[in-house]
């Protein structure tokens, strides 16, 4: 099996290109255009969500549905094409990326001389030379916004590809004949456990789409994870109401085996080396996640050589559920009453204490390093924090330190959301000693500066009019500057006067809400 | 002291206790809102015989620290586009000083900074306020009503119909995914600005104008205002010290309510779905609106262009501020039930679970 994707602009000869290559491979052929028309017969309004995207516009929540069924109904009919055939050559908008942490995908992306482009649009279009040359621009601009608005990736960035083909220099016959040859080698063959993750991708976009089909679910805006038949549905607290029906909808889907539903506003991601259920960082997590009613989603990073399928680059592969039995739904929380002890991992012992808390976002293994994390990891989904425990420990401790704060930058600026180390989480989230000295400190400097400030009244609206004993100071030790010298003073001291209370006085109200644990 | 009163209010017990309820009040309001806050907390000043002008003058002031403490969280989360902001600061700025140039003539040329100077920039600063925050109030209802039946988001007529005018030079800001012409957004840092320096709330302008003009998201829309206010209130405050109308005391007292009811907003907003936001805040605003045009017979009287008897003032004052508290304290009410509904709710379900996992060990000893 092997996914071939081509990116390209609009007049820019991959579409031309792809066909070939498939014609050669004997691969199935799927365009952008293929993928809307059958998302259209689903009654999915592409149109409609195009315009919303490239435009300046606000997503209503009408929209972001039509998003989310969009994005789950893309990723399951690339999914099922290319399970149905020996390959798939798919060219169009951002192909990798509705499989995200399938690797072994040979992307490629199709550039073509600017002229040429202009020419072709000329002739086929009969538009003169600068509508055509406004027509490319606007398309491509289009394109980008699209592309980044559905997966938060810019189509430009080189480092989303593995090949990019000039088509201004080489002809489409022997551009064709060059990525055969580098499809036919072994980084871009799929393996077990990418077969694996497309799985999981398929039964996640399959039950996302059985419940946005659903009229008792259709109004619902949730993120569906599998792990080998095991589903994980996040919702809103909005749809609680929804959420009960969610394990009747989507009892029956070919390949679930279990549904988990966590009512979470966000999600936290965790990654580390190896998860202990009973350490002092998963108690933390547990209580910033209850406290920010978020999901917490688990990733076990390994070194590269510890993948079990020899030697392999980067796989995925899910935490193994505990049992196969259907569970029916628990109000939101989930339970782990009737698991039997096929696999009691440490990962899998956290995830249960996170399922019992009603915290779980599902949990998978890693192997490899900062590309193959990435590349395992949706861009699309909102994350509020992310959390990197200990890695690569048995390097020793100045590697480990290396690692983590390498990682930590790496992953810093992909993601939006703070980046923080173990050690930071407990001080930067949770009420602690250092909250309450900090606290305290800042409450004697407002305290003293509202004593002063109001024990001193007379004196202080004085200088702030700038009259009294302030005006007579001024004149007597400025006499040539009393129309500005004045203004400048107070101006001054009301500019550096005011950060520091706000700073002083936030950090205390900050500290005591952190305290009720009402952040 | 008295000489000071002209321009400074004495400040007593019970008073103080009143531009406390005013900040959390105006800090709950803002945190719910996403921006604003001055709304409420500038007339309410007003209405406690803070000339207009000090009003301003010290929201501003306020504002600028509480954008500081905002924007650093809002960094955090990556919903700050500080080039957008950079970009509106310029203008921004010259609208501020405008602002502060007009009200600072209107308080001093009346008749030195008597009682004619201050009703002159107060019925200029209570106009303004009529005149925006009635078309905001409306347009929020008119989006609440609209959303409520038909489920759909804001309207997007005014975005729509900018990106159909072709006005280069076009600037892209990658934060915000957004190409915006270099023009609107000059225009749109000008009325922010104005509006910050006049009446304290520039953030009613700035953050619907990036996301219905520029079509920035709703999030970031928020943060870069936060950050662009920083700035805005930095500027405002110090062109305002400099005519002498800043009073530190009411911009500290202001900061003991809204850096705690700011959090207690936004955590409401997690809580109560997007209708009722816009209806709820709709409502404060065109009641707060209604406040402010009952106090207007009060400054036209003043500067003698009607002739009403002087001691029905304290009636309008009294009623105005009357309509302003229960805007506010409903509006804090709703908001209130919904947290600590939430908080409940959330509890129960935590208690659910500790007896479930009870039941469960039980079972598990037994078997």
């Known amino acids: 099996m092997q996914l071939i994707c081509i990116s390209r602009g609009t007049f820019s000869g991959g579409k031309s290109l792809a066909q070939k290559l498939a014609r050669n491979l004997d691969y199935e052929c799927l365009s952008w255009e293929d993928l809307v028309d059958a998302a259209n017969q689903e009654g ?124 201004a220099g080489m002809n489409t016959e022997n551009a064709a004949s060059a990525l055969v040859s580098t499809a036919r080698l072994p980084d871009f063959q799929m ?29 619902a805006s949730v993120k569906v994870r599998a792990d080998k038949g095991v589903v994980t549905v996040t919702y809103l607290p909005q749809d609680a109401a929804m959420a009960e029906f969610i394990p009747a909808v989507c009892a029956g889907l070919p390949g679930l085996k279990e549904v988990h539903a966590t009512m979470a506003m966000t999600n936290i991601l965790w990654i580390q080396e190896e998860f202990h259920p009973d350490s002092d960082l998963c108690d933390q997590m547990v209580e910033i996640a209850t406290k920010w009613n978020a999901a917490v989603e688990l990733i076990k990073l390994e070194p590269e050589d510890k993948a079990p399928a020899g030697g392999q680059q980067a796989v995925v592969e899910a935490a193994e559920p505990l049992d196969s039995e259907f569970q029916g739904y628990n109000g939101g929380i989930e339970n782990d009453s009737g698991h039997t002890a096929e696999d009691d991992s440490p990962l899998r012992t956290t995830l249960d204490k996170l399922a019992r808390e009603g915290r779980s976002g599902g949990g998978r293994v890693v192997y490899g390093g900062q590309r193959q994390l990435i590349n395992a990891i949706d861009p699309a989904t909102p994350y509020t924090l992310v959390v990197i425990g200990e890695i690569f420990s048995s390097s020793g401790h100045a590697a480990v330190l290396r690692a983590t704060r390498d990682l930590r930058n790496f992953l810093g600026e992909r993601f939006k959301a703070p980046v923080v180390t173990a050690d930071e989480l407990g001080s930067q989230y949770l009420f602690g000693k250092r909250d309450m000295i900090r606290a305290g400190a800042c409450l004697a400097v407002t305290v003293v500066l509202f004593f ?18 302030f005006a007579d100071a001024v004149e007597h030790s400025f006499p040539g500057a009393t129309d500005w010298a004045p203004g400048l003073v107070v101006s001054a001291a009301v500019f550096l006067l005011i950060p520091v209370v706000a700073f002083c006085y936030g950090t205390v109200a900050s500290s005591i809400l952190k305290l009720i644990k009402m952040e | 002291m008295e000489l000071l009163l002209g321009r400074f209010i004495e400040l007593d017990l019970a008073t103080c206790l009143q531009v406390v309820m005013l900040g959390a009040v105006g800090g709950v309001l803002s945190g719910f809102v996403g921006s604003g806050g001055a709304f409420f907390m500038t007339p309410g000043m007003m209405n406690l015989g803070v000339p207009g002008v000090v009003a301003v003058a010290s929201n501003i002031t306020h504002k600028f620290g509480k954008a500081m403490m905002g924007s650093k ?24 000083r405008v602002a502060v140039m007009i009200n600072s003539a209107l308080f001093g040329n009346a008749d030195g900074h008597g009682a004619g100077g201050t009703a002159a920039s107060n019925l200029y600063i209570s106009m303004i306020f009529i005149l925006i925050l009635f078309f905001v109030a409306i347009s929020m209802l008119r989006d609440a009503m609209k959303s409520s039946k038909e489920g759909a988001g804001p309207s997007m007529k005014i975005s729509a119909f900018i990106s159909r005018l072709y006005l280069p030079p076009y600037i892209y800001f990658k934060v915000s995914n957004v190409k915006v012409s270099l023009w609107v957004i000059l225009v749109c840092g000008l009325a922010t600005g104005y509006l910050a320096g006049t009446i304290g709330v ?36 110090l062109s305002y010290a400099f005519e002498g109308f800043v009073d530190i005391r009411l911009a500290m007292l202001l ?10 907003g936004a955590y409401g907003v ?19 609106v209604l406040s402010r045009a009952v106090a207007v017979p009060m400054y036209l009287r ?41 908080y409940r709710q959330r509890r129960r379900i935590r208690s659910t679970l500790i007896e479930a996992r009870a039941m469960q060990q039980t079972v598990s000893t037994t078997t």
């Open chain 1, 452 to 469: 002063l400030i109001f024990g001193n009244q007379e004196f202080v609206l004085a200088f702030l009019s700038q009259s009294g004993w």
């Open chain 1, 191 to 219: 393996t077990p456990a990418d077969v694996n993750t497309l799985k999981n991708l398929d039964l996640a976009a399959r039950t996302r789409l059985t419940l946005a089909k659903d009229e008792r679910t259709h109004g």
């Open chain 2, 255 to 264: 900061y003991l309510g809204s850096l705690v009811g700011v959090y207690v």
């Open chain 2, 202 to 237: 520039g953030g009613f302008i700035g953050v619907p104008a990036m996301i219905y003009i520029f079509g920035v998201p709703t999030a970031v829309a928020a943060g870069s205002e936060l950050y662009l206010a920083m700035f805005m209130g930095a500027w405002g405050a």
């Open chain 2, 73 to 96: 969280k809002h960094g955090e989360y990556g919903n700050v586009d500080k080039r957008l902001a950079l970009f509106m600061v310029a203008t921004s700025f010259i609208g501020i």
């Open chain 2, 270 to 288: 997690k809580v109560v779905n997007e209708v009722m936001i816009r209806m709820v805040t709709g409502l404060v605003i065109l009641l707060c």
């Open chain 1, 44 to 167: 999915i309004q592409v149109g409609k969500l195009e315009m919303a995207t490239v435009n300046p516009a606000v997503f209503s929540r009408r929209l972001v549905l039509e998003k989310e069924q969009f994005l789950a109904f893309a990723t399951s009919y690339m999914c099922s094409r290319l399970m149905e055939s020996p390959g798939l050559v798919y060219h169009g908008r951002a192909g990798h990326h509705k499989l995200a942490g399938v690797s072994h995908i040979l992307r490629v992306r199709v550039l073509a001389d600017y002229e040429q482009r202009i020419n072709m649009i000329m002739q086929e279009r009969r538009l003169d030379r600068q509508k055509a040359a406004r027509y490319i621009s606007a398309v491509d601009e289009d394109r980008k916004r699209w592309a980044y608005s559905m997966y938060g990736v810019s189509l430009e960035d080189p480092a989303n590809y593995d090949m990019i083909v000039n088509l």
């Open chain 2, 302 to 342: 003043q500067l003698g262009l009607i002739s009403m008897d002087p001691a029905w003032d304290p009636y309008f004052n009294n009623i105005s501020k009357a309509i302003l508290f229960f805007a506010g304290i409903s509006g804090l009410c709703i908001i209130l039930y919904n947290v600590i509904k939430a």
